[in-house]
Each structure stands twice: as C-alpha cells, then as structure tokens.
C-alpha cells in the first residue's frame, strides 16, 4: 500500500461523515397526504405543540383562506407528489376538537381517519400583526397510521424596518407583508419536510 492511501481514505471517510445529509421526513412510496385548512388556535386544546402569545388578536378568515390558497400553489409548484383534494371532505374537518394538546393530537388523527389520510399536514398562524408586519406559523405533518407526529416546521419572523413598504407599495403589491412572511414559512415546511 503506498504511504499516502490511509491518509487520502481517512480523508475520504472523515468528508463523507461531515457532508450534510439530507433528510426526507415523507417516507418513500404512494401516500394519500391530506392538507388539513390553515386554523389560529384560541385555546391550548387547539394546539399541537407550544404555547400561545398572552394576547393574540383575531384572524381575518379572508387571510386563512388566501394562506390556504398559497400552500396549495406552492406545493403544485415545488412538489412532485400527489395530494388529496379538499373538495368534499369540509365534514371531517369540522370535528370539535379536545380539551387539552393531546386531544388536539387526537382530534386531528381522527380528522386524517375520516379523510382515509396516511398523512396529515396541519398548518396553524399562531400570532400575526400587520404592522410591522409579522407572523408565528406552525406546520405539523402528522403519520396517521402509526398516529405519530413526524415533524414541526416552526416559523417566527418579524419584517425588519429597513425592509418595510410604503403605503403606496403596499397598496400594488400582490400579497401582505404578513401573507409573504406565511409564503415563506409554506415553502420552509415544504423544504423541511421533503414535500
């Protein structure tokens, strides 16, 4: 063996042991995932994990919907898998949740039951203002078959004042400063989960 081959393979082995490994939280194979309707939990019953802010003002139901729209067009975009579609299922997502964080587990267990789900993608806006602008989500992706909580994607940013808009600009652009923060907390949890 030539002198320099045990260092060039301890070399080899030493950078294939610290090289990022990434991680796929999805398991392999056809899965019927369910994207369950962003919700803001009022109470510690709705929560999945965490706490919630001492004072938390009310969501628009207008800003639920247009995040639900957002993550059903980013996970078209940058996700080759297939999900089940909302249509119809309204009922199993009007279950009445529990009285404490492990009956929100199992309210949305049974939620991915009824939607004959494998899997469970729970998106909840925890806190949010507009002014200046900023957000607190939380997306669990849930295994309902082995009732398992396999990952939380947590997302908290504040719009910095140097990246704040003008009214004017605020006023022709697409999305809210709070939508965009939302946008980028969707994709985050789509990277992190390996959507």
Known sequence: MKPGLPYLLIC??????????EERV????????????????????DLLAGTLPPEV???????LARLDRNFDL???????????????????????PGKNTRAAFRHWQRVGGCL????????????WQEEPASATLDIFLLDIVNSALLARSRYDARQTSM??????????????AVERLGLEAIYKAIRNFGL
């Open 116 to 127: 004959k789900a494998d899997l469970l993608i729970v998106p909840q806006l925890i806190a």
């Open 163 to 176: 990246l704040r808009e003008t009214p004017a600009e605020a006023s022709k652009a697409e999305h809210s």
């Open 26 to 45: 999805i398991p392999e194979g056809s899965l019927r995932i369910a994207l369950a309707p962003f919700s803001q939990p009022k109470t510690i019953a």
């Open 57 to 63: 003002a009310s969501v628009d139901p207008d800003l």
């Open 74 to 96: 980013l996970l078209a975009a940058h996700s080759d898998r297939e999900f089940m579609d909302r249509d119809g299922s309204e009922a199993c997502f009007r279950q009445v």
């Open 12 to 21: 080899a082995l030493l950078a294939w042991a610290c090289s990022p490994v």
